[in-house]
């Protein structure tokens, strides 16, 4: 995820390294709009405040898309590093466990620890939960997660405690983990943002919750062959 460099709407200070916890809350206008509003109209925003009305529509919008795909980079970068950190903790204390929760907790953990650890109101996890129902963000949010070594190892030492799924139903699973984790999260984050109750009192307490929700989901007996059998 590498900002556009030099002047203009595409220089947005998403990619600059700034001394503050959370670079939604005080990084001017632009930040609650992707949590709120989503990258797209966000970035619309910022190429209309920079492209004076002279410019024609198809350049504003090959800018627009450029502008949209920097953000979204620019944004998951800045939260990856400390998230990696986290990660390769869990993953040590992890260490040569056979027990399916131990890795479960370590893809789970580093990301309600990170949402505890920037305050609230925060956006992050509500703008996760909007670029991924982009099909071309959501490729650029796939490729930004395969690039953590620590998340392909938890991964890959999940997969060796679960025994034998069909490749289908691990697939299958592996989705619904996703979705699980990314609009659990951003759902609290929603619900502290608002002031509104939430099922867990805190971000520790939620990652308990998927856990708990996640194991049972991955352990979930395979009944489409007895389903089957029986028609």
């Known amino acids: 995820m590498t900002p556009s460099g030099g002047g203009g709407p595409s220089a947005v200070p998403l990619g600059r390294r700034s001394p503050c916890r959370d670079p939604f809350r005080r990084q001017g206008p632009l930040n609650r709009p992707l949590g709120r509003r989503g990258p797209v109209q966000a970035t619309r925003s910022v190429v209309g405040s920079g492209v004076g009305a002279g410019v024609s529509g198809r350049w504003r919008g090959r800018k627009e898309a450029r502008t949209k795909a920097d953000l979204v980079r620019a944004v998951a970068r800045r939260h990856a590093g400390h998230i990696e950190a986290l990660r390769e ?53 796939v490729e930004e997660s395969l690039a953590s070594p620590a998340l392909r190892e938890a991964v890959e030492r999940l997969n060796r405690t679960l025994g034998e799924l069909p490749p289908e139903v691990r697939a299958e699973r592996g989705q619904m983990v996703r979705l699980l984790i990314l609009h659990t999260c951003a759902e609290r984050e929603r619900a502290l943002a608002e002031g509104t109750p939430t099922p867990r009192a805190t971000w520790d307490e939620v990652a308990t919750g998927l856990a708990d929700a996640i194991v049972g989901l991955w352990l979930a007996p395979v009944g489409t062959a007895r389903r089957a059998a029986n028609r």
């Open 89 to 141: 903790r869990a993953l040590a204390a992890a260490g040569d466990s056979t027990d399916v929760r131990d890795w479960v907790d370590c893809l789970v953990r580093p990301v309600t620890e990170h949402l505890a650890s920037l305050g609230s109101p925060t956006w992050y996890a509500r703008f996760c939960a909007q670029v991924m129902t982009d099909p071309a963000l959501h490729e650029i949010m």
